[in-house]
């Protein structure tokens, strides 16, 4: 498997790394980034290998895949030396900006590449910060983005994708371009219950008590819409005045959140508490009332769902979700929550108060929750798909 960040942590990677472990397959995770730490194994029949490199380079490389291929000398270089230490059967790519890579590897060395998308990486581009601020937006080609997309979905021998909707996009995109479309294989971000319930419980000293608690866990970026959140909380707040927006994470607009919140004199009504280990999450969500998901609809995220939906489910959250296409399918099919339209923060504040005021109907969200992730929702239901993936390639 080739990732391009530090590991661990990497819920997604981590939970295909150990299934394919127990299905008999043994796992190399190659990890891309400056990490210290040493090579290692996760647990029996996987092993961690770490290529130092420095992250400016790091970063550089990810983001011109599409114009200088100079992930693709780093990677050649490493998998040749990873081959001669553990011979490789097939090579698994993490996001798109490894597809052409692992493809020219997978050539030389005679084994097939399965690419594994993440996100609509192409779209995902348009929002975030680092591609659409300089000097990031003068080397972003997404025109070529756009065509490589499709080149390199076609070429992989199977691709797995995160959610039905991906899976329908890229089917329609590789059938009118004349390229193959029945080796794409869906594998939902679901969680894998065992590693969720092992984390804490304990609730973190710095969640306010006594206030109803609004929640965010995640990445901070333009295209997670977490300003409809911040812009909510005065109107939320005239119905509960003492309603707390707790914001669980980092990211590169987190400083415009926070003055965006101190502009609407919000002060400690939200409260940015930053990166928090894994296996303390869950004391947060325990902790919290409803679980928010903002996303701004997009075509980036109208194709991809996040853990945390399936997190706050299973810890009993109701979820306020923004209307993308897999958010709302879901919370709606499950009727765990509300849906709101995005870039709405009265709608928003709306869907809030509505929850917050029946006691009765917030229960039984959160217990349809639960049995939706205990039914369906949960990697050992929809992990099946990736076995198939390899044992179909290799036997």
């Known amino acids: 498997m080739l990732l391009d960040h530090a590991f661990p942590p990497d819920l997604r990677v981590e939970n295909e790394a150990r299934t394919l472990a127990a299905a008999g397959f043994e796992v190399t995770i190659m990890a891309i980034d400056p990490d210290h730490r040493p090579s290692s194994d996760l647990e029996e029949y996987v092993h961690v290998h770490r290529v130092r490199v420095p992250r400016q380079i790091r970063n550089k490389a990810r983001g011109l895949a599409a114009t200088l291929p100079l992930i693709d000398w780093i990677v050649k270089r490493a998998v040749r030396n990873l081959h001669g230490i553990r011979p490789i059967d097939a090579l698994h790519a993490h996001d798109l900006y490894l597809f052409g890579a692992a493809l020219r590897a997978g050539r030389r060395l005679k084994v097939p590449v399965v690419g594994d998308m993440h996100e609509n990486w192409v779209e995902a581009l348009r929002h975030y910060k680092w591609s659409t601020t300089a000097p990031g937006k003068w080397v972003v080609n997404f025109g070529r983005w756009q065509r490589l997309e499709t080149e390199w979905s076609g070429a992989v021998d199977r691709l797995v994708v995160v959610i039905d909707e991906m899976a329908e996009r890229m089917g329609a995109q590789l059938h009118n371009a004349g390229l193959r479309y029945e080796h794409i294989v869906t594998v939902p971000n679901t969680i894998e219950r065992s590693t969720f319930e092992a984390w804490s419980l304990s ?140 870039g709405m923060p009265e709608a928003l504040s709306a869907s809030v108060c509505a929850i917050l005021e029946d006691p009765s109907a917030r229960a039984d969200m959160a217990e349809r929750g639960r049995e939706a992730v205990r039914r369906r929702w949960n990697w050992e239901a929809t992990s099946k798909g990736l076995i198939d993936v390899y044992q179909g390639l290799l036997g």
């Open 203 to 342: 609730t973190p000293h710095d969640m306010p008590e006594g206030h109803p608690l609004l929640l965010y866990t995640g990445g901070m970026d333009r295209h997670r819409g977490l300003e409809d959140p911040i812009r909510a909380m005065p109107l939320i707040r005239r119905t509960y005045p003492q309603a707390v927006l707790v914001m669980v994470g980092d990211g590169a607009v987190r400083q415009e959140l926070e003055d965006l919140a101190a502009s609407l004199g919000l002060g400690e009504a939200v409260r940015f508490l930053g990166w928090k280990d894994q296996d303390t999450v869950r004391g947060y969500m325990e902790a919290a009332d409803i679980g928010i998901i903002p996303h701004r609809k997009t075509i980036h995220t109208d194709h991809t769902i996040p853990h945390k939906l399936f997190h706050y489910m299973h810890a009993g959250l109701p979820c306020v979700v923004s209307d993308c296409r897999p958010l709302e399918r879901i919370v709606r099919a499950e009727a765990c929550g509300q849906v709101y339209s995005s």
